[in-house]
Structure formats: structure tokens, C-alpha cells
């Protein structure tokens, strides 16, 4: 069974530093494209970014360019999304999900769990 | 970057009625490159539709997709009380890969 098992919930202040994860398991992690998904309090699905670990290949929002780093360590199965310095903004569920075949052109299937991550003083 | 505009934001309607929602988009997208997500409260989002039209996996046929270039549409004949959700449109024919807003289905 493919599946993505992310980590846990996160309570942060203003400034600090995370790293969450996205686990792969069930297919060969290096093949396909991951992404990652934000959803702010009460609101809609707004992609992120993307990385294909084979070779680490890595294309960012616009809007989130510059204030995160999107990772992956192919030895582990594991993506990864990073704030260097949080804002109470950056308060949202965060989804990682793989694109459903192996090329560039693909929907999102499966999902992981979601990471809650919330900033506050 | 392609914007996606979902309407109505809210549609109410009852078990057993057919529910049709629509995503247009700010220019064509490419080769039908469109997916339709369910999310329900407190749930990752759900994968209902891939290439405008294609049934996903496991996903009952009361749901269906059509269109192309600009105008797409999410049909769920004969509604059923878990169908009462969240729906999102997905580009990803280019990049950014995109989200609609959103439309709530909601029981009347």
C-alpha cells in the first residue's frame, strides 16, 4: 500500500526554526514527484512546492519562494518542508502529498495525515 | 499562473438531488490537466477526478467530471449524506500547480 506518514503536531513561537517530515512507503520513493499543500485556519488548498528525490529537482509557489526550503533524504523515504524563522502567519495544516504517476503531469494521490503547525507568542 | 475560480461558494441541496459545480479557469488548461478533491472536516483531501473526467479509484459513479480549456464541471448525481463536503479543482498542467477556493456542499 502506498502511503505517506507525516509527523506531529507542532507549537511554536514567532521566530523559531522547524522541520517537518513526509514519510514514503509502499513504492520507490525516488520516482515520483512530492508536494507540499498549505491550509490556513478555515481556508482552501494552496500548493507550495515540489521536489522529485531522485534528484532532488525542486520548483516553488511564487508566494512562498524564499521563506521555506523543501527537501528530500532518499536514503529514508523522507521529504521535508523547513522555516528557518516562523510567523504566527505561517499557522496552518501543511499536506505532503505524490503526484500519482511518475512524470511531471499528475493529480495528487496519496495524501499524507496533515501536520498542524501553529505559531504563536 | 493559471487562477481557478469556483462557483457557487455554497451550494444547498438535499439527499438525492444532483449537485453541479464549476471551476473556470483564468486560461486553458492544458490537455484537460484538472483534478476535483473531496475534503471533509478535519480529513486530508481525497482524490475524486484526474484528467477532467476519470473516475479515480474506489470513487462511486454517481460522481463524474467534464469539460476542457476554461470551463470545467463536478456532477454528483443522487447525493448521499456523506457527499456533504468541501470540493476543490486542481490545475496541474502548469506551473504553479494551482487550487480553486473551493465550493461547501452543504445539506438543506
Known amino acids: 500500500e502506498v502511503q505517506l506518514v507525516q509527523s506531529g503536531e507542532e507549537v511554536k513561537k514567532p521566530g523559531e526554526s522547524l522541520k517537518i517530515s513526509c514519510k514514503g512507503s509502499?513504492?520507490?520513493?525516488?520516482?515520483?514527484?512530492i508536494g507540499w499543500v498549505r491550509q490556513m485556519p478555515g481556508k482552501g488548498l494552496e500548493w507550495m512546492g515540489i521536489i522529485y528525490p531522485g534528484d532532488s529537482d525542486t520548483r516553488y509557489s511564487p508566494s512562498v519562494q524564499g521563506q521555506v526550503t523543501i527537501s528530500a533524504d532518499k536514503s529514508i523515504s523522507t521529504a521535508y518542508l523547513q522555516w528557518n524563522s516562523l510567523k504566527a502567519s505561517d499557522t496552518a495544516m501543511y499536506y505532503c502529498a505524490r503526484h500519482a504517476g511518475s512524470g511531471w503531469y499528475n493529480w495528487f494521490d496519496p495524501w499524507g495525515q496533515g501536520t498542524l503547525v501553529t505559531v504563536s507568542s | 499562473e493559471i487562477v481557478l475560480t469556483q462557483s457557487p461558494g455554497t451550494l444547498s441541496l438535499s439527499p438525492g438531488e444532483r449537485a453541479s459545480l464549476s471551476c473556470r479557469a483564468s486560461q486553458s488548461v492544458s490537455s484537460s490537466y484538472l483534478a476535483w478533491y473531496q475534503q471533509k472536516p478535519g480529513q486530508a483531501p481525497r482524490l475524486l477526478i484526474y484528467g477532467a473526467s476519470s473516475r479515480a479509484t474506489g470513487i462511486p459513479d454517481r460522481f463524474s467530471g467534464s469539460g476542457s480549456g476554461t470551463d470545467f464541471t463536478l456532477t454528483i448525481n443522487r447525493l448521499e449524506p456523506e457527499d456533504f463536503a468541501v470540493y476543490y479543482c486542481q490545475q496541474y498542467g502548469s506551473s504553479p500547480i494551482t487550487f480553486g477556493q473551493g465550493t461547501r456542499l452543504e445539506i438543506k
Open positions: 509502499g513504492y520507490s520513493f525516488t520516482n515520483y514527484w
